[in-house]
């Protein structure tokens, strides 16, 4: 929170500088005439710097200065703080002894705004701000920012120090003292970010210290009695600090380089490119221009031309950030550049264009140049920001995209939690159908000896079967068709109905399907083979006959048994406490729409058969939460638990049931895990029979022995080949009968099954009395 106010209040501040210096750069023009005092104590015209031609042509040097701005040379601020002329419109001279008035020509906007500043400035806040958005948390990259708002500063300032403001001075000397030092500071952290090379960084205080005093001292500006010599002395200091750092800056990675060359290739060669680059941007600008004005001398290069070198440093930052080697900002990097070389055949056409209709001739070289840049920045500026502007937009400009995208988001991201086909349709293919506005949907598995379907909607899942299995769904004038995976044991398919408008899919409703299709191919590859390790555990844990292996077995079979019970229990409260709870209070609504209303008869006939359709559907769920957790069990026993079983599925089954218990209170005192197992076997023999027996009757026993438990099953059906049992596939029966196997030898009994078709099914269960297993 702290460092977000410090950041705001640093744009603030930064914002405020930039409309100051504006102002004054737009309502002041530069004149560049120096003055100093003569024997006689006037101040007269010492010298002239990019000074306009139209005030050279009137003033020579050696002219004596009366006033400036109608006030006294004497009490004019900028002559006596910094020795010049500065922020005038105009100036009373005494000329070959006759005294005359010059008029400053008033600045226009063109004038005011300088090319190469700007650029400059525009270029080190783009970095700085580039560097930090995208590296906030290094301490490396803050202090690059932090030197590129350094170089903005000095360029952003030069204009309003040249016309003797005494903020736009103080910035531009301090924040040139500033940059070496916060450059040789951002060097022995980067080293130790990237190299794990711990360098002395205790001179850093003296340093910074010193530019903090220099920085206090510059206050005397305020005071026009002690700027001028403050000013003077400042100067001075200002240029040997940054030269003596930008030598200090040399020396050090010299140092480094030869230190640690042969531990480091990779530092090695990011320190060759900085010192290289270092040095192109600063030695012609600090010693072929500042040094020379140290020793009082001229300026061997015109710091404008020297000047431009500092171009070279940002661009080797950005060929170490596009490479990789200093940070990892080069996509964005590399899609600003692209913008740039996209933007530059319209800049140049519309510059041309702008030259040759509207002013009809030829604009000055360096202000064509400078209309080509602005036009430039312009378009890549939209062409970076269009794709934000296109995402913000796309809900009013592209809303079908848009609802796309969304569902593609929501079922990508659904995909995750999928574990079995039944979600496949509650999450996947109610979104697939809503989406599209279709009618139905489907998703099939054809496996080599049958068909499995899952619909949502309105679709005729036959019909689409015997397509399938035809083998055509080319032109279909009801169905489209899609295939998700295609495997030697299955083939998995898409189909999806006409839309509710009665027309087939577009273009783009297929490219969506097409994504989806290849996240779905992976979810549905592991639900298969999900369902087919299940499977493999479940015969993994009927498939071990003897006592002596199955201890072995005994730890995954219970871990099996488990789960299922705590999956059991888990669907059964989901349904008691939502759907359940909510048709009851749907019955009791209705009841009281009932009392409320003044109702005929036969309406009064119509909401009684809802409520008792409601009650009706209320009374099977109860019964499939007691399906799914038994808790009678453990309330009246098993034997009173299978009789309630048995005689509500002698209603709802075919055939008659018989079931005897003998010796019940030997039963009873077997532990509740036993007991649930032996439930679980006959829930799982009864469905079976409904299932596959088409028997006219079963019988089930329970008999005890002295040392023995015996479970006998016994229908006349149509029995089954008991071979078969042993080359089962996905979506195949034989499941049922390899559970009540694996629970047989789980409680250390014995399973014996006789069937033949034809000739019904027989099963004896043995468990002995004595080895009971406990939960």
């Known amino acids: 929170m702290r460092k977000k106010v410090i950041i705001q209040v640093f744009l603030v501040l930064f914002i405020c500088l930039q409309a100051w210096y504006f102002y004054i750069n737009t309502n002041y023009t530069y004149i560049g005439i120096v003055v100093e005092k003569s024997s006689t104590g006037d101040w007269q015209i010492a010298g002239f710097e990019k000074t306009r031609p139209e005030l050279l042509n009137q003033l020579q040097i050696g ?80 202090l690059l920012a932090l030197v590129f708002i350094s170089v903005a500063l000095v360029y952003m300032s030069l204009g309003a120090s040249g016309r003797g403001d005494i903020i736009g001075k103080i910035f531009v000397t301090s924040a040139l003292m500033a940059i070496p030092i916060i450059f040789l500071h951002f060097l022995i952290v980067f080293f130790k970010e990237k190299g794990n090379i711990v360098l002395p960084a205790k001179m850093l205080k003296y340093l910074y210290g010193f530019v903090i005093i220099s920085l206090l001292s510059k206050l005397a500006y305020i005071s026009p009695g002690m700027a001028n010599y403050v000013y003077a002395l400042s100067s001075e200091i200002t240029i040997l600090y940054f030269l003596m750092g930008i030598t200090i800056n040399f020396s050090f990675l010299i ?196 068909l499995e379907a899952i619909t949502e909607g309105d679709i005729n899942a036959e019909e689409v079967e015997e397509l399938l299995e035809s083998g055509w769904f080319d032109d279909h004038p009801t169905y489209t068709c899609f295939v998700i995976n295609h495997h030697e044991e299955y083939t998995s398919y898409l189909v999806m109905t006409k839309k509710r408008t009665n027309t087939l899919l577009g273009l783009e409703d297929r490219q969506w399907l097409n994504l989806i299709i290849s996240y779905l191919a992976v979810s549905l590859e592991n639900v298969y083979l999900i369902r087919k390790l299940t499977m493999r555990m479940q015969e993994l844990a009927a498939q071990v006959p003897n006592e002596e292996t199955g201890d072995d077995f005994v730890w995954f079979r219970k871990l099996m048994f488990e789960l299922q019970e705590k999956e059991r229990v888990r669907i059964a409260t989901d349904l008691h406490d939502t759907t359940m709870q909510d048709l009851f209070f749907l019955k009791k609504r209705f009841a009281d729409i009932m009392v409320k209303l003044k109702m005929n008869p036969e309406q009064q006939d119509q909401f009684r058969s809802v409520i008792e359709f409601v009650e009706i559907i209320n009374t099977n769920l109860r019964q499939s939460c007691f399906d799914l957790h038994p808790h009678l069990l453990q309330e009246i026993g098993l034997v009173q638990t299978v009789e309630r079983l048995v005689e509500r599925e002698s209603y709802e089954s075919s055939f008659d049931i018989q079931f005897q218990a003998e010796r019940t209170y030997l039963i009873e005192k077997r532990d509740l895990d036993t007991k649930r197992h032996l439930f679980r076997m006959i829930q799982e023999m009864i469905t079976n029979a409904k299932k596959h027996s088409h028997a006219s009757r079963v019988k089930i026993q329970i008999v005890t022995a002295k040392d023995t438990f015996s479970l006998l099953y016994e229908d006349n059906g149509v029995g089954f080949d008991e071979g078969r049992l042993m080359q089962k596939q996905i979506g195949a029966s034989g499941i049922g009968i390899e559970q009540i ?29 004595r080895e009971g297993l406990t939960a």
């Open 63 to 142: 002219d004596v200065v009366k006033e400036v701005n109608q006030v006294k040379a004497d009490n004019y601020s900028t002559i006596q703080r910094w020795k010049s002329i500065d922020q005038a419109n105009s100036i009373t001279v005494l000329h070959n002894n006759e005294e005359k008035i010059v008029t400053i020509p008033h600045v226009t906007l063109r004038e005011s705004i300088t090319f190469e500043t700007c650029l400059f400035e525009i270029i080190s806040v783009f970095f700085a701000f580039l560097i930090y958005l995208k590296m906030p948390k290094s301490q490396s990259a803050r």
């Open 741 to 769: 196997k694996s629970r047989t030898v789980y409680l250390k009994g014995k399973y014996d099954l006789q069937t033949s078709i034809g000739s019904g099914v027989k099963i004896q269960i043995t468990i002995p009395m």
């Open 255 to 450: 140092h480094i380089y030869f230190k640690y060359r042969k531990e480091s290739t990779y530092l090695s060669t990011i320190i060759k490119t900085i010192w290289f680059g270092l040095f192109i941007s600063f030695f012609p600008f600090a010693f072929l221009s500042f040094l020379p004005l140290l020793l009082d001398q001229p300026a061997s290069l015109n710091p404008d031309y020297t000047g431009a070198f500092v171009l070279v440093f940002p661009i080797t930052f950005t060929y170490l950030i596009l490479s990789k080697k200093l940070y990892d900002i080069d996509v964005l990097l590399r899609r600003f550049l692209v913008t740039i070389i996209i933007g530059l055949i319209p800049s140049v056409v519309i510059v041309t264009l702008f030259n040759k209709l509207i002013l009809q001739s030829a604009m000055p070289m360096k202000e064509t140049v400078y209309s080509f840049l602005i036009v430039l920045l312009l378009f890549s500026f939209v062409l970076y920001s269009l794709e934000y502007f296109t995402s913000k937009f796309e809900p009013f400009v592209f809303p079908r995209k848009h609802k796309l995208q969304n569902a593609l988001r929501k079922i990508s991201k659904n995909l995750g939690s999928i574990s079995s086909f039944r979600e496949i349709k509650e999450i996947i293919l109610v979104d697939i159908v809503q989406t599209l506005q279709v009618y139905g949907g489907a998703v099939v598995f054809k496996y080599p000896h049958h």
